[in-house]
């Protein structure tokens, strides 16, 4: 018997970042828009937990008790008073540590597919509580959509999108660690004020009317000066994607992904051929958005 859930990767179409907090973590107004670029976790009864991983990254990710969906597993067995007997082979499309909350869609996907094979029908906003548990963006892999994650990006209030906005994303040639990214913001802030982190209300705007000229001009990433500091080679990405017709170019969450917002579909393709004619990534791929969440199929 096996489960199989879908779960997408997420861009950050705005990342506003505070002050490092007393545990270490930082108070964010983080916009999240779920793009069509998915990985799929099956999970089956097994003797004890094993994970395995296939695609095009995965000897990056880590098969041991780190590995999110493995994370997810005990945390849900745990609170059912069950062992976590299960297998849960992850089938890898988003990239790995590259600020698309790869993982974190692992875990919440595996969290799913232990729920639904074990019967255990534990609530929504139980399933929610243990994401939060596991880390700030997994609480968003699981809801999908467009969403404004606050707190540390775990307290999330849905957002309305008006239409589909389209995305080239350019892989890079190593992945970049949250936490030394955020250590780098924490740097680069010495000695200057760190205002509040607050939602963009012409980013909310541009959302809520599907208007991709908007969006453009009021996205941001407080963490892509930390980004571009310790991966100075992405700014040729950006500068690429920009040659080549996207309407803006940022850093993905903490990067090295760069997303390249695009008018429409056709305009996509032609930034992803600019993209991989530039020799500045490793590889480009379309992908829209919003798509729902974490789905068993
Ligand atoms: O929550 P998650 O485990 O995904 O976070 C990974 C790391 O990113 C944290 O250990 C922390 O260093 C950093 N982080 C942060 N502030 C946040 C979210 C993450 O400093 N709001």
Not at 8 to 24: F, M, S, T
Request: glycine letters at 12%; a negative charge.
């Amino acid at each position: 018997m096996s489960v199989t859930v879908r779960v997408p990767a997420k861009v950050n179409v705005q990342l506003a970042v505070g002050a490092a907090r007393p545990d270490g973590f930082h108070d964010l107004a983080n916009v999240f828009l779920a793009v069509g670029l998915h990985d799929e976790v099956t999970a089956a009864l097994a003797a004890e937990l094993r994970v395995t991983c296939a695609g095009p990254d995965a000897d990056q990710v880590p098969l041991d008790r780190t590995n999110l969906a493995a994370r997810a597993a005990e945390a849900l067995a745990a609170r059912y008073g069950r062992e976590p007997a299960v297998h849960l082979h992850i089938a890898k499309d988003i990239p790995v540590a590259g600020g698309m909350a790869g993982g974190s869609a692992d875990g919440a996907a595996a969290l799913l597919a232990c729920d639904a094979l074990w019967g255990t029908g534990a609530g929504r906003d139980e399933l929610l509580g243990i994401c939060a548990e596991l880390g700030s963006d997994v609480p968003f892999s699981l809801v999908g959509g467009a969403a404004l994650g606050t707190g540390r990006g775990e307290v999330l209030t849905p957002l309305d999108v008006g239409g589909t906005f389209h995305w080239v994303f350019a892989r890079a040639s190593r992945g970049l660690s949250t936490p030394a990214v955020f250590r780098e913001f924490d740097r680069l802030a010495e000695g200057r004020a760190v205002p509040e982190p607050a939602a963009s209300q012409d980013v909310l705007d541009a959302l809520a009317k599907g208007d991709p000229d908007g969006l453009a001009a009021a996205l941001s990433n407080d963490l892509q000066p930390a980004a571009l500091s310790l991966f100075p080679e992405l700014a040729g990405t950006l500068a690429a994607g920009r040659g080549a017709g996207a309407l803006a170019a940022l850093v993905s969450g903490s990067g090295p992904t760069t997303a390249f917002l695009a008018r429409d579909a056709a305009s996509a393709r032609e930034v992803a051929e600019g993209l991989r004619a530039s020799g500045t990534c490793r590889s480009v791929r379309v992908a829209a958005g919003p798509v729902p969440g974490a789905t068993v199929v």
